[in-house]
């Protein structure tokens, strides 16, 4: 889901690219959720760069990152991610407009 910043802050620029929003995800995998109600909140790019394919293992992500990220989270037991990208969303004047469709197909 996309929200926007309460306020504009510069210090946040580098993460939102002058949108003044951030993205947030509900990973499905519960390992991760769990790790998520440990640590809190984690900032992380997605698993491409803008309009690159997704990476499907942790391999091909680290190809694309060389070094700029801190860990991975591992796929279960190393097997190649499949299936669709994630649905974003974003509500804008209280509708829910579907920025890119993915996975979850939602009613509206």
């Known amino acids: 889901m996309i929200l926007p910043l309460a306020k504009p802050n510069e210090k946040l620029a580098y993460l939102h690219r002058g949108t003044d929003t951030l993205a947030f995800r509900l990973p499905a995998n519960v390992s991760l959720r769990n790790l998520l109600k440990k640590t809190g909140p984690l900032i992380a790019p997605s698993a491409n760069p803008e309009g690159q394919k ?53 009613p509206i």
């Open 54 to 106: 997704p990476a499907r293992t942790a391999a091909a992500a680290k190809k694309y990152f060389c070094g700029q990220i801190d860990f991975y989270f591992p796929t279960a037991g190393g097997r190649r991610l499949a299936g669709p990208s994630s649905t974003l969303v974003a509500i804008q004047a209280g509708k829910i407009i579907v920025v890119r469709p993915g996975a979850v197909k939602l």
